[in-house]
């Protein structure tokens, strides 16, 4: 008989355990399907959410309202390419001009002042509290000396023409760190300096091309720039864009004029000063030295004299012609004949008190100017009594003035 209590032998069924296995190997790729399902939703659904909420402004991500600050400027950030920074240069130069001031009350320094960075300082400070909104300093001046460091190759061709030490961004950024509004002077012609060996810019004799001097070598005689030469031609342009590119909201041009030509001295000279439309090159140059402002951002003026007005000697105004639509009128009333003609009128000027001298004298030249010409006073203060100047500046304002310059 067969042994029915011993042991039972078990026998593993291989089909069973093939069955198994595949089993957990289905839940494990069912696993990573899902996860990689989520993390696929996350990636595609996060934005979306971002758009929809910033579109309904019900989103939570925070915007960063700190205050933008320049970033701080090292070697290694100022050492872009050269192909970047040709790309950027159209883009950067139009984000970096500024409109010029509509209206200001300005102060005009000496020259003195911009000798050195401690006498400008402190000319600003004695500026300062005395309720000027400007500061007017002369770049150029009268006879072609230049109060600051300039570039331009001809003008450092001249012996002694720059006297200057400080740039021009320099002396922009004090008058700016000061409270005031910034504005320069240059004088475009009234310029004696002898520019290379040629003279570069002068008139010149039309027999032999030699330059023509305002009097004989024995008695002093000078070179003057003229506006018919390409030189002097560039020679404004240059120094109108270094000027307006360091930061001066306004340039006040000044000296755009003729010698005071003798007969001879049109002979000498030919056809080009003896035409009566010769004063086009004032016209001329004056756009030119505007347009490199303008194209800076700056504002440019031309200052005339309001007795060369009155007397129509004043070649360079012609309101209708100009395309420099501001003119800073000098009112110098000691420069001013006792009579003039006002609106067609033969006017007593020394029977009127200096308040209604101002406003009858001012008030011409704006009649003349037409209204399309914005008429700055230029008032030189050594030319009154304390009351006078008090009346002269209330005429001013009465009579609509919105700026004004002091010297």
Known sequence: ???????????????????KTQKAFKVILLIIFLAALVFVGYSIGQPIYEYIADRNGTGTVEEDTRPWTPPVQTEENNAVSETTQEETSVTEKEEEKIPAAASFSALQLTADALSSAE????????AKGSGYTAVMVTLKAEGGKIYYNTASQMALSAENAVSGTMYAGQIASMIKQAGFIPVAEVNLLEDNNRYGESKSGS????????????NS???GGKPWLSPFDTDTQSFAEFLSNEI????????VFDGVVFPAFRNSDLNYIGDIVKSADRYKALLDIADIAAKAAEANGSAAALRISAGDILKGTAEVFK???LTVKIICVE?????IEKTALINGKETDLSALTAKDKAQTVLGEVKRLAGGDVKIIPVIRQNDFSQEDFNEVISALIDGGCDSYVIV
């Open 331 to 335: 009112y110098f009333p000691n420069d």
């Open 319 to 321: 309101p209708s012609e």
């Open 119 to 126: 006498k400008l300082n402190a000319a600003l400070s004695n």
């Open 203 to 214: 008139y010149r004799f039309a027999s032999d091309d030699s330059t023509w001097l305002d």
């Open 1 to 19: 008989m067969a042994n029915r209590g011993g042991r039972k032998v078990y026998r593993t069924n291989t089909n069973y355990r093939k069955k």
């Open 244 to 251: 307006s590119g360091a930061g001066f909201e306004y340039i």
């Open 217 to 219: 070598v024995a008695k």
